[in-house]
């Protein structure tokens, strides 16, 4: 099996090296992923400006632009053979419910499947990389199980919750839940006086009852949430073309 990593932490960060790690005896590995951290980059493609890829001392490959990015350059002219799978992460915090719009993470992800190949995010469920090895167990785990069983292609959104790999809950299938609206910015004040705004936290949990990812991790399971791409919203479809006719 030929499997394409990306992320959204940047090349150096712990949790794509645990993951390569931890599917390097499983399978053919390549590792594409940004030369800085690009999280909450969602599927942003750079054309404005050439994109330059280079390899770092460990085989890594690593992009000046996003995690889209690096999966569009890998496989549309990069990697010789097509990859069987996507994977990407493991993020650094949480990508659950709205976060999913946001995440450079899922985007990796998302890229691949656009591109018809099956694809898998992987974050865990709390800052820190505490005990980002069993993490990677756990996705060893999640690709080794799925990678087969589904029907291809599928975009898969896991949470992990930052637990030992023997304290884990089993693997539960989700729904995304929502969070509320974000913080507000973060107003001061730059070294010559003006106003500037730093981006707020995301909201707290609004829909995080039983089902959803946030449920889940709360509990101590790992979350696997299916997701899709188009967003259409079908009931308001019929209501227009109603209101239309
Ligand atoms: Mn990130």
Known sequence: MRILISNDD????????????????IADI?????????SG????????????VQQAANGFYFVNGTPTDCVHIAL???????PDLVV???????????DTLYSGTVAAATE???????????????????????????????????????EKPYLLNVNIPTRTYEEMGPLTPTRLGRRHQAE???????????EIFWIGPPGACKDA???????????????????????THRDQLAQLKKALA
């Open 41 to 52: 980059a969602s599927n942003s493609l750079s054309l404005d400006r050439p994109l330059s």
């Open 112 to 150: 691949g499947y656009l591109f018809g190949i099956p694809a898998i995010a992987f974050s865990q469920g709390e800052y820190g990389w505490g005990n980002i090895d069993a993490a990677a167990r756990v996705a060893r785990d999640i690709v080794q199980r799925y990678a087969e069983a589904l």
């Open 209 to 231: 009852g039983e089902g959803t990812d946030f449920h889940a991790v709360q509990q101590g399971r790992v979350s696997v949430t299916p997701l899709q791409i188009d967003l």
């Open 30 to 38: 390549t590792v594409v992923a940004p030369d800085s951290n690009r």
């Open 184 to 194: 507000p910015v973060i107003k001061a004040r730059d070294p010559r006086g003006r």
């Open 88 to 98: 990407s992460g493991i993020n650094n915090g949480p990508n659950m419910g709205d």
């Open 10 to 25: 940047g090349y150096l960060a712990p949790g794509i090296n645990a993951l390569a790690e931890a599917l390097a005896p």
């Open 76 to 82: 549309t002219g990069m990697l010789v053979e097509r």
